[in-house]
């Protein structure tokens, strides 16, 4: 942690510097952990009643049971939310969103699609997101806010029934949120790969190592 000393304003690459600030990486392995915790827990919960036709391995759920897994996630959810929202609020606070994530243009996302699928993708800026990461982190940050808003909706039924009827009803509301984990599941597959490709002497710099 000591080594953090980069702002985002001072983010430029050097064997000296680092990417992400301090907070922002206190806040990513805080909702790394509660996801994974959400992530296991929701599939027991799933596996009680189950909305397709398979069933999650129990090797791979958290709680052994319906009642054991309510417990996990409505106590990770917590966590899952006060993380968010620390992050949400110092991100526009921060003005992190806007010089990070924006602008996105159609058309800088297609020429960074077919950049990247031709390996003509430049990662000398490591402080500078191409389009087709600000697209994918914007929409997760919106998939993580639907998620949420989701399980609220059939959590709390008669409390919150404005927003249930919002999803159109507890059962559309449980495939949204259903939905939402498959994205966010999809989403770590890919960023947990792209972030082992990464050349070893860029993650080194990252690290301050
Ligand atoms: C933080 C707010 C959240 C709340 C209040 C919440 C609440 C709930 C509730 C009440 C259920 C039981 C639904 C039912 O069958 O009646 C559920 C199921 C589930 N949750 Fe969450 N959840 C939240 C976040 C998440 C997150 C972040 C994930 C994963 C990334 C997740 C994954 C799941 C899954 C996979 C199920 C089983 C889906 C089903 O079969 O209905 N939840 N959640």
Redesign the pocket.
Known sequence: MSSLVVSDEHATPSTATVVQPAWVRVVHWTNAF??IL??M???????????FDFRFASSITLGGWLGGA?LW??A???L??VN?LIYLALGLATGRFRKKLLPISPSGVIADTKAALTFKLAHDDLSRYNYVQKLLYAGIIVV?VV??????S???LVQLQWLTALFGG?DIA??V??I???L??AFLVVHVVLALLVPKSLRAMIIGR
């Not at 827990?41 to 909305?51: D, R």
């Not at 998620?147 to 609220?152: A, F, Y």
């Open positions: 509660a996801m959400m992530i827990s929701g599939w027991q919960i799933y596996n009680a009643s189950p909305l309510l996630h409505f990770a959810m917590w899952l939310m968010g993580g998620i949420v808003l989701s399980g609220l059939i959590w709390k507890y449980r495939y949120h259903f939402c984990m498959a966010i599941v």
